[in-house]
């Protein structure tokens, strides 16, 4: 069984397809689907996801593992947004 290293549940929805049962979806967390799904467009979340997950691999509370993932998470989504603000100024400057 896969656990989630955020939540610590197993992230996968399965569904039983008659010769056993197959992951469908991530459906454990917010933080799951980045680092569970194949399917995800954006492969920097995955990355990012492993780095956070490393970051709270220490923390034993599930609560305080989720706050301190959130936390990376608003610095992240910070960091991006200036990123973004950042190129698209470029963008206009040429
Ligand atoms: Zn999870």
Redesign the pocket.
């Known amino acids: 069984m896969t656990t ?6 197993d ?1 996968y929805e399965y569904v039983d397809v008659g010769v056993g049962c197959v992951p469908v979806a991530v459906n ?5 689907p980045a ?1 569970f799904d194949d399917r995800s467009e954006d492969q920097s979340w995955r990355k990012w996801a492993e780095c956070a997950a490393e970051a709270v691999s220490g923390i034993k509370d599930k609560d305080e593992r989720m706050a301190k993932a959130d936390e990376i998470l608003f610095g992240e989504l910070e960091y991006r947004s200036w990123n973004e603000r950042h190129d698209a100024t470029q963008g206009t400057s040429k």
């Open positions: 989630c290293p955020f939540c610590g549940l992230p454990c967390c917010h933080f799951g680092l």
